[in-house]
T-cell receptor, first 118, second 116 residues
């Protein structure tokens, strides 16, 4: 099946720094990717929809200036947590849609990236 | 607005027995898809099964089956012959509308523990 890779798997950073998380579709082109956030023992909350070549669509309550999303190519979307604070510590998961003609898009998830802000 | 509800925070089952995880949904879309994912402690999301709103037959994938009751807006996951490796979080999710680009909305999840 299709593979979506996230990097880094885990990252620890100091408060006030920025952290970039990459999401790559390895064997298909993904015009649309999604970014989710998951706090411990909670569900996945959609943060934004990343569209190749255009601005991301953010969900209500998500600060677009804090969580910068760039989808510069058909295989790569990046999420940058700017000026990270301890409350940004979370598990971030991306997913990518592989669309095949005549079929509904199939969704593939990355392995997730665990961010800890000290 | 779309909504997914999983009312069971946790479930226990004896190994080799069957278990049903509940999921109800709400949507105004005529066309939608329902998914179940498994998330072990490692965090990865593992796709289990899919049911389209127009599918007449209940979906089955190995030991997983989806009990789809459209009128009641429920899409319960049935795991038969539970195994110790089935212990994990299980999420029900829905994607609405036409086309393949719509977002996936998740329920709160159910933690399943399988006992020997």
């Amino acid at each position: 099946g299709a593979v979506v890779s996230q990097h880094p798997s885990w990252v620890i950073c100091k408060s006030g720094t920025s952290v970039k998380i990459e999401c790559r579709s390895l064997d298909f082109q993904a015009t649309t990717m999604f970014w989710y956030r998951q706090f411990p023992k909670q569900s996945l909350m959609l943060m934004a929809t990343s569209n190749e070549g255009s601005k991301a669509t953010y969900e209500q309550g998500v600060e677009k200036d804090k969580f910068l999303i760039n989808h510069a190519s058909l295989t790569l979307s990046t999420l940058t947590v700017t000026s990270a604070h301890p409350e940004d510590s979370s598990f971030y998961i991306c997913s990518a849609i592989q669309v095949t003609a005549g079929r509904a898009g199939e969704l593939f998830f990355g392995e997730g990236s665990r961010l800890t802000v000290l | 607005a779309q909504k997914i509800t999983q009312t069971q925070p946790g479930m226990f089952v004896q190994e080799k027995e069957a278990v049903t995880l509940d999921c109800t949904y709400d949507t105004s879309d005529q066309s939608y898809g329902l998914f179940w994912y498994k998330q072990p402690s490692s965090g990865e999301m593992i796709f289990l099964i899919y049911q389209g709103s127009y599918d007449e037959q209940n979906a089955t994938e190995g030991r997983y089956s989806l009990n789809f009751q459209k009128a009641r807006k429920s899409a319960n996951l049935v795991i038969s012959a539970s195994q110790l490796g089935d212990s994990a979080m299980y999420f029900c999710a829905m994607r609405g509308g036409v086309g393949g680009y719509n977002k996936l909305i998740f329920g709160a999840g159910t933690r399943l523990a399988v006992h020997p």
